[in-house]
């Protein structure tokens, strides 16, 4: 009975995220979203519904904060090369900086590199695991320096932390 219950529960959840994401309903959007959510309901193993459903739910939110966070860097390095890009005046230098990371494992470490990758002006170039420098090229303007780069790049790193604790 509490298996059923807690299927029913992730149904209802996952029907109400649907909706959310879709963003409007109609009953053909409702149809879609019924069947999306039952088959997903009928494919998660039990581990995932019981007790230890709270972890898969931290994971979601994470990730979503996560992606949210990356946006806003993301939207922030867009205006910056746009203005950038409309300003030619404005000193804008191209920089390789060398940044002493701390965090551990083979998936931090990829995930750091490929959040700095994603953010618009920056590229990962090398990791060096031997004194632990993630090495990124950028384009910075001379008004912000490299400080403000190795700040964020910081702040992404923390994120990660936080969110694999």
Do not use: Q
Not at 38 to 52: H, I, K, M, T
Not at 69 to 80: G, Q
Not at 100 to 118: N, P
Request: proline share 2%; net charge positive.
């Amino acid at each position: 009975m509490e298996r059923l219950k807690n299927r029913y529960i992730a149904l209802g959840l996952l029907i109400s995220v649907w909706i959310i994401l879709v963003g409007y309903l109609t009953p053909g959007i409702f149809g879609v979203g019924i069947v999306f959510s039952f088959f997903c309901v009928l494919v998660l193993p039990d581990e995932y519904l019981g007790r230890n459903s709270f972890r898969v739910f931290r994971l979601i939110s994470l990730i979503s904060i996560l992606a949210g966070y990356m946006f806003y860097e993301a939207f922030l390095a867009s205006y910056r090369l746009a203005f950038f890009s409309f300003h030619p005046a404005s000193s804008v230098e191209s920089f390789i900086i060398g940044y002493d990371y701390h965090i551990l494992g083979r998936v931090g470490i990829l995930s750091l590199a490929s959040l700095v990758t994603l953010t618009p002006g920056t590229v990962s170039l090398c990791v060096d695991k031997e004194k632990k420098r993630l090495y990124v090229h950028c384009l910075i303007n001379i008004a912000g320096g490299k400080d403000n780069v190795i700040r964020t790049i910081g702040r992404l790193e923390m994120f990660l932390e936080w969110m694999s604790s």
